[in-house]
Nanobody
Framework: QLQLVESGGGLVQPGGSLRLSCAASGSTLDGYDIGWFRQAPGKEREGVSCISTYNGRPKYADLVKGRFTISRDNAKNTMYLEMNSLKPEDTAVYYC????????????????????WGQGTQVTVSS
């Protein structure tokens, strides 16, 4: 069955960049809508970005639009989140997920029917 493992988190200064990876095993990612979520201390988990397997169009939460880029490499069975111009408020545990329907909801994104979550990777933006 599908398993997801994130990597690439760490400590970065404001204005810096990080690239998160989410490697899949046990099944292929190309049959799923995939995406990234984050959860800051004391806050609910929120959608960051997702991408449809049907049309490949990415969707972004308003808070990260223009700074973050989601991508998938089906040959490597891996998804990525390129994060630029990072801000302290981007500090959170970031999770990748695979499900059935990537969509937008108000100023954020969601995936309906999430089948699998990754274990999370910490991103800390601080000087």
């Amino acid at each position: 069955q599908l398993q997801l493992v994130e990597s690439g988190g760490g400590l970065v200064q404001p204005g810096g960049s990080l690239r998160l990876s989410c490697a899949a095993s046990g099944s292929t990612l190309d049959g799923y809508d995939i995406g990234w979520f984050r959860q800051a201390p004391g806050k609910e988990r929120e959608g960051v970005s997702c991408i449809s397997t049907y049309n490949g169009r990415p969707k972004y939460a308003d808070l990260v639009k223009g700074r973050f880029t989601i991508s998938r490499d089906n040959a490597k069975n891996t998804m990525y989140l390129e994060m630029n111009s990072l801000k302290p408020e981007d500090t959170a545990v970031y999770y990748c997920a695979a499900g059935s329907d990537c969509d937008t909801l108000h100023a954020t994104v969601l995936i309906r029917g999430i089948y699998r979550w990754g274990q999370g990777t910490q991103v800390t933006v601080s000087s």
